[in-house]
T-cell receptor, first 115, second 111 residues
Framework: GESVGLHLPTLSVQEGDNSIINCAYSNSASDYFIWYKQESGKGPQFIIDIRSNMDKRQGQRVTVLLNKTVKHLSLQIAATQPGDSAVYFCAENRASGAGSYQLTFGKGTKLSVIP | EAQVTQNPRYLITVTGKKLTVTCSQNMNHEYMSWYRQDPGLGLRQIYYSMNVEVTDKGDVPEGYKVSRKEKRNFPLILESPSPNQTSLYFC??????????FGQGTRLTVV
């Protein structure tokens, strides 16, 4: 079946370096994508989203890139800090119409920041 | 403050003893859902509800029940819990085409 997945289950980066977390999706009908951060013992928290009419969206220290041609999504974190250590999930959705309520999640990438 | 509230946060129970995990949201969202999270398996959807009195099965509904009598509440019911239902549970709510808001989680242990 169609699914959202992540290329790497774990990622270790040095404090101050940039982090890149990747995600592949297979549902061509998905047009809305979300990144979540889950810290230990907490629920997933929204980081940033992007709709399919955009290729790039920037937030505070985070950038999401969407490549619809190869169905690839990435999250870039600039100047990674110890507080960024968490599991990151991508999720796909429809922006409207049938399926616009359902989110499909990837399995997550655990980011560890080395001080 | 916009939030999804789950109770209890932690629960240890015995096999076969019925339990309910409550979930409430204050954002007037139409859609609510329950997930379980297990190591290596990510978030798996148990049940969801698209509005009051409308519920449907997710990917792993066996052993669970839900109800949606009011828009803000979406309780998860385990009629006869078993050890394989030991997990971390999350409730979430959202509007169509927007991000989901998650509760803080309920860690359930069935012995």
């Amino acid at each position: 079946g169609e699914s959202v997945g992540l290329h790497l289950p774990t990622l270790s980066v040095q404090e101050g370096d940039n982090s890149i977390i990747n995600c592949a999706y297979s549902n061509s009908a998905s047009d809305y994508f979300i990144w979540y951060k889950q810290e230990s013992g907490k629920g997933p928290q929204f980081i940033i989203d992007i709709r399919s009419n955009m290729d790039k969206r920037q937030g505070q220290r985070v950038t999401v890139l969407l490549n619809k041609t190869v169905k690839h999504l990435s999250l870039q974190i600039a100047a990674t800090q110890p507080g960024d250590s968490a599991v990151y999930f991508c999720a796909e959705n429809r922006a409207s119409g049938a399926g616009s309520y359902q989110l499909t999640f990837g399995k997550g990438t655990k980011l560890s920041v080395i001080p | 403050e916009a939030q999804v509230t789950q109770n209890p946060r932690y629960l240890i129970t015995v096999t076969g003893k019925k339990l309910t995990v409550t979930c409430s949201q204050n954002m007037n969202h139409e859609y609510m859902s329950w997930y379980r999270q297990d190591p290596g398996l990510g978030l798996r959807q148990i049940y969801y509800s698209m509005n009051v009195e409308v519920t449907d099965k997710g990917d792993v509904p066996e052993g669970y029940k839900v109800s949606r009598k009011e828009k803000r509440n979406f309780p998860l019911i385990l009629e006869s819990p078993s050890p394989n239902q030991t997990s971390l549970y999350f409730c979430a709510s959202k509007r169509a085409g927007t991000e989901a808001f998650f509760g803080q989680g309920t860690r359930l242990t069935v012995v």
